[in-house]
């Protein structure tokens, strides 16, 4: 016979402390200002690489009604569409409403997750190219580590540049160990075949820190010396694609740029060229 307990709070069964909650599996810090995190993927959440959703904590009581809201931020998803979990890049600002709570979780807390991914940095955005350009600057990475990650970059590319401005080198750390296991990556190996990796030029640079290669990607684009240090003719629009994402005064700059070279910009309804969106900034 088993034993029958009333049904307490203690005995009922579990159930999230938050709407939308998802559960923190592993978090890794890379500078004082950068952090990823891995947390569960709700069942029925289905997304394309490169789009974002909104993710947050239960924010404080309100001082008059006591209410509490949830604290929600667009956060674009660094895991590519086919992973079990979900991962997060994000920037850790002190006094940030946001990022000053979400760096301290742990693997085992809860995190809300708005199941409803939008976004313009995908696919569907862009006419066929030979040659697709990911340009990002510090947290702009993480939609491309969910591209880099996705079968269809390398079946609808030969080549693809990822370009990575930061200002100092330990915050390249996080693309480049990215960049660096995408060699061993299961899926692509398989789905793509071993040599896939070698479409992949990576070109990292620093603006206040020494580096191998210093400056902002506008500047070495705009003096010749990225296509000569990448060996690959000036952007056109009849081969190349590309793709943006980074602080704003970024995105506007290569924008203009990109507009100059013939490029056009695209969108989910309306495919073109090249796709901006702008990083999460607090
Ligand atoms: P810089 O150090 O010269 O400002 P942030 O952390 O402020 O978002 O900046 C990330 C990186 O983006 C920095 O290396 C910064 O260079 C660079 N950056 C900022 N504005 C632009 C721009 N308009 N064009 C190119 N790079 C930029």
Redo the contacts with the bound molecule.
Sequence with gaps: MTEQKPVTESTAQKVPALPDAQTVTEVKHYTDRLFSFKCTRPASLRFRSGEFVMIGLMGGPDPKTGKQKPLLRAYSIASPSWDEEMEFYSIKVQDGPLTSKLQHIQPGDEVILRPKPVGTLVHDALIPGKRIWFFA??TGFAPFASLLREPQTYQDYDEVIITH???EAGELTYGRDLIEALKDDELLNEVIGEDFWKKIKYYPT???EESAKMG???DLIRSGEAYADLDVEPLNPESDRAMIC??L??NL??KEMLEEAGLEEGANSKPAQYVVEKAFLD
């Design positions: 600057t510090g401005t930061c200002r620093t603006t206040r902002r990607i506008t980074g602080n005064a970024f700059e290569l």
